[in-house]
């Protein structure tokens, strides 16, 4: 029983940084500031020759995609006062397969919230009183272990992005369609690497942030009774 225990209480502390990472990746992924950022910053208007508003809108289709039944995504803007179709079915292709993977972030986010939920659920159940001390103490474990991955995760961008955006393609991708030409496809024009590692940085930071306030929160309890001593010497 006290494995079991362990290995429950081992899960949960796993499952925090996954937790995290998925729900940053998914507000990343759908917040729209991401998208008109990178246009700006990267002269997007300019290197495809597509106005900043329908821009805007493509990366507003784009997000819908993700997030609805459609198999293949079809991006249409105005482009020099004709409405078209933007990518070709290299592009759609692949943006299948990244929906597949998006997919994959919000199943993984799910699970590890129900099994959070439900471990603390089953936690306050079985310890009544002293749930609390303890649970606290395995979030400040999770805040722990999801800055030690985030500080390799972020030196390991800083350091090589180059080579980790390679490896995060080949892990993660069967076919060669993520291969494509800035010059040729449009999708890479609107979305070059610095994008990625600008949604990159902003889910770490946004992970590292969650992370810190696990830490002082767990720690929070035990810091209390700590001061508690100090404090009644010095009235």
């Known amino acids: 029983m006290r494995i079991l225990k362990f290995a429950a209480a081992a ?31 990267y002269d997007i208007p300019i290197r495809t020759g597509i106005e900043r508003g329908e821009l805007i809108d493509a990366g507003r289709q784009i997000r819908a995609y993700f997030n609805n039944d459609a198999e ?5 803007v105005s ?17 299948r397969d990244v929906k597949g993977l998006v997919r994959g972030v919000y199943v993984a986010q799910y699970l590890a919230a129900a099994y959070l939920v439900g471990f603390l659920a089953v936690w306050a159940w079985l310890l009544r009183r002293r749930a609390v001390p303890l649970a606290l103490r395995l979030l400040s474990y999770g805040g722990m272990s999801t800055l030690g991955l985030a500080a390799v995760v972020g030196i390991g961008a800083l350091v090589g992005f180059d080579r980790l955006f390679l490896a995060f393609h080949i892990i993660s ?58 404090a009644s010497a010095a009235a």
């Open 72 to 76: 293949m995504l079809d991006v249409r």
């Open 79 to 95: 482009v020099r006062g004709t409405e078209r179709s933007i990518y070709g079915e290299r592009e759609t292709l692949h943006m």
């Open 11 to 41: 899960l949960f502390v796993a499952l925090v940084p996954l937790f995290l990472v998925t729900t940053n990746a998914r507000l990343v992924i759908n917040f729209p500031g991401l998208y008109s950022y990178g246009f700006d910053r």
């Open 173 to 230: 991708f069967s076919n060669d369609l993520w291969q494509l030409d800035p010059r040729r496809h449009m999708l890479l024009a609107m979305f070059p690497q610095g994008f990625f590692f600008d949604a990159t940085m902003l889910i770490a930071l946004l992970t590292i942030a969650e992370a810190c306030f696990l830490v002082v929160f767990g720690q929070w309890r035990s810091l209390m009774s700590r001061l508690r001593p100090h």
